[in-house]
């Protein structure tokens, strides 16, 4: 297995998932991508950072709102559910069945993004910071 993913972040054979850093419910989902990336293929910065405003910048998305999930894999970006249901799928395995959801058109899965986007604080609770990762996963995360 591979420690650490390969390429720079958003290069070909590289995944990158940008995420709300005071974001419960974010911050929540990226831990739940960790533990389940057993090939330690993704990697991780919050969308306020300088590594991921310079990835977002890179990829035509400098601006884009703070609530907003982007997702950045073989030199393509993607965001809400695309993003979501990407992310999720790059797990491999059974996970790649996610990739189903691709099905239902995109102008439906946002809508139901936004609107949850637009209550996370609310239902989940927000981080006065970013949260520090873990010990053994900090190599995986940008800047």
């Given at each position: 297995m591979n420690a650490t993913p390969t390429g720079p972040p958003g290069a070909p054979g590289s995944a990158v998932v940008l995420f709300d850093g005071t974001c419960n419910f974010c911050n929540d989902s990226v831990n739940f991508l960790l533990r389940r990336d057993a090939r330690a293929h993704l990697r991780f910065a919050a969308l306020g950072s300088e590594a991921g405003q310079a990835l977002l910048r890179r990829h035509g998305l400098a601006g884009i709102a703070p609530d907003t999930m982007a997702f950045i894999a073989?030199?393509?970006?993607?965001?809400?559910?695309?993003?979501?249901?990407?992310?999720?799928?790059?797990?491999?395995?059974?996970?790649?069945?996610?990739?189903?959801?691709?099905?239902?058109?995109?102008?439906?899965?946002?809508?139901?993004?936004?609107?949850?986007?637009?209550?996370?604080?609310?239902?989940?609770?927000?981080?006065?910071?970013?949260?520090?990762?873990?010990?053994?996963?900090?190599?995986?995360?940008?800047?």
């Open positions: 073989d030199g393509r970006a993607y965001t809400k559910s695309s993003a979501a249901i990407r992310a999720v799928s790059a797990l491999g395995g059974v996970w790649r069945c996610f990739a189903a959801a691709l099905i239902v058109p995109r102008a439906l899965r946002d809508l139901a993004y936004d609107v949850f986007a637009a209550n996370r604080y609310r239902l989940f609770g927000r981080a006065s910071a970013c949260a520090v990762p873990k010990p053994e996963y900090r190599e995986r995360f940008l800047g």
